[in-house]
């Protein structure tokens, strides 16, 4: 029967199967016979990332994950995560450290009155590692099709937190202005994958450009002399960066609206509804207990980008420019899954800081770094373990920080509030933090109200003239709302 001369029998292999590698030889020779470059190629993917705003295009190596651009920086162009990690030991201590091979390109021919994007490769490498590290091992200049291009091979020694690495670059020059495609490997791997590395710069080819870079697109000057200029300035800047995050989305990414909160997530889409809900509670807390920070001023709608793993969070923050990652100049909080959990996840108190900072910077962007140190070390400590429970947000003391401070009440160590208003910030460490949030979170709280400190504090968010209410206070007078979005009541003043 016909079928039964397919039937597999155990320690059988057909001629077929015994004729596969041989075929596969003949057709791979045959096609590195029809296109020559493709032998040089290695492990490139059939798709090609083309960028008709900077004009070019390039086979990225197989299976590497292309990575969001942070809006703000004209120079970068597109950026790749290789799918796979390497590990280097350091003989010296021991340790073991993870590395995922990535790949950059830079536009070296972005206007920038401001400088702070490198005016060549050399002040690029000057900027990336200010303090050296580097050696430029071999530079020379050759052609590929019609561009010149310099080609540098750069040793960068192994620091605390990462091997030595072979960052291999190309630098294409071009009418429009050159661009440089670079590829960092551990160097104790570059031999493995230097047909990769080579293949990938290999494959650049220029194209015509068509419009703008706007996934580069720098946050506009948010400065105005009014609380109704600075307003029109925000919004303007609101919709640029909002337009410029959308418009350097990288394929497997989604992006929603969840109430003020432009969300991006990549594949931890349930996590990152679950955070961006949490965020809004946290805002509708703060602005209920700051209302008289910064009352008029309009708080830009900031881009949650959630990332898949830490790989690709690190991979997206590597090699931004100057400035914080939240506050005025950008709009961007960038956070990850780490899977612990959203009640114990690190991530999440990471997020719960930058949010913090960046609804502080947004209502007054001096008071952040003139808050007294046990103010700014004490909100920091005391916002990042909160979680919301619907709409609501309670500022959560951490066990541990609760257990150590029971014991120095209960010997008789512990910092007074005098003490801890006049330490310096060099004096902040260990106890003195978890003293500083339990002092923070007591104010906060409805026994702090009551206490003369709290009441200070609640006497100094009235308007002048007016008195706070509270449960003790006369009816018959005059009350009104005072606040922006969220708001308490006052006693008018008897004239």
């Known amino acids: 029967m016909p079928e039964r001369a397919n039937e597999w029998r155990p320690g059988s292999v057909s001629r077929r199967m015994r004729a596969w590698p041989l075929l596969r030889g003949l057709l791979l020779g045959a096609a590195l016979a029809a296109d020559p470059a493709a032998a040089a190629h290695g492990q490139l993917s059939g798709d090609w990332h083309e960028s008709a705003p900077f004009g070019f295009r390039f086979r990225p190596p197989k299976d590497w994950m292309e990575i969001a651009l942070p809006p703000g920086e004209l120079s970068k162009a597109a950026k790749y995560l290789s799918d796979r990690s390497y590990f280097y030991t350091d003989d010296r201590g021991g340790r073991t450290l993870v590395h995922r091979p990535e790949l950059l390109v830079l536009s070296l021919a972005a206007a920038d009155p401001d400088g702070d994007e490198p005016r060549d490769y050399?002040?690029?490498?000057?900027?990336?590692?200010?303090?050296?590290?580097?050696d430029v091992e071999a530079r020379e200049e050759s052609e590929v099709g019609a561009l010149r291009v310099e080609k540098y091979s750069i040793l960068v020694g192994a620091t605390a937190t990462a091997g030595p690495k072979r960052i291999t670059?190309?630098?294409?020059?071009?009418?429009?202005g050159a661009l440089a495609m670079q590829i960092d490997v551990l160097e104790p791997e570059f031999k493995k994958l230097r047909r990769t590395v080579e293949g990938a710069l290999g494959s650049f080819e220029p194209i015509e450009p068509t419009g703008e870079a706007t996934a580069g697109a720098r946050v506009a000057d948010i400065a105005g002399s009014t609380p109704e200029e600075r307003r029109a300035a925000r919004?303007?800047?609101?919709?640029?960066?909002?337009?410029?995050a959308l418009a350097g989305l990288a394929e497997g990414w989604s992006q929603e609206r969840v109430g003020d909160l432009f969300v991006l997530h990549h594949g931890v889409e349930k996590h990152a509804r679950r955070l961006a809900e949490h965020l809004e509670a946290l805002e509708d807390w703060l602005e209920e207990t700051f209302p008289y920070i910064g009352p008029d001023e309009y708080v830009r709608r900031p881009i949650l980008r959630v990332c898949k793993d830490a790989s690709e969070e690190?991979?997206?923050?590597?090699?931004?420019?100057?400035?914080?990652?939240?506050?005025?100049?950008?709009?961007?909080l960038v956070t990850y899954d780490d899977k612990y959990g959203f009640l114990h996840s690190y991530a999440v108190d990471r997020c719960n800081e930058s949010f913090l900072e960046y609804w502080l910077c947004e209502r007054d962007d001096r008071l952040y770094d003139g808050l007294p140190t046990w103010l700014s070390y004490g909100l920091r400590e005391g916002v990042e373990g909160t979680r919301a429970k619907g709409r609501r947000i309670e500022l959560r003391a951490d066990e541990l920080a609760r257990d150590e401070l029971l014991l120095l009440v209960t010997q008789g160590k512990a910092s007074s509030p005098r003490e801890l208003m006049t330490l310096g910030r060099a004096q902040y460490a260990g106890d003195r933090l978890h003293e500083a949030e339990g002092l923070v979170r007591f104010l906060l709280s409805p026994e702090g109200a009551r206490d003369k400190l709290g009441r200070a504090r609640q006497a100094s968010s009235a308007p002048r003239g007016w008195t706070p209410w509270d449960e003790t206070s006369p009816t018959g007078a005059t009350w009104r709302r005072h606040g922006g979005r969220h708001s308490h009541w006052c006693r008018e003043p008897v004239s």
């Open 122 to 134: 050399a002040d690029y490498l000057e900027r990336t590692f200010p303090a050296g590290g580097y």
């Open 169 to 176: 670059t190309w630098v294409f020059e071009r009418p429009g």
């Open 235 to 244: 919004l303007a800047s609101e919709e640029r960066e909002h337009a410029a």
């Open 314 to 332: 690190a991979a997206h923050l590597r090699g931004r420019g100057p400035g914080p990652v939240t506050g005025p100049r950008s709009l961007e």
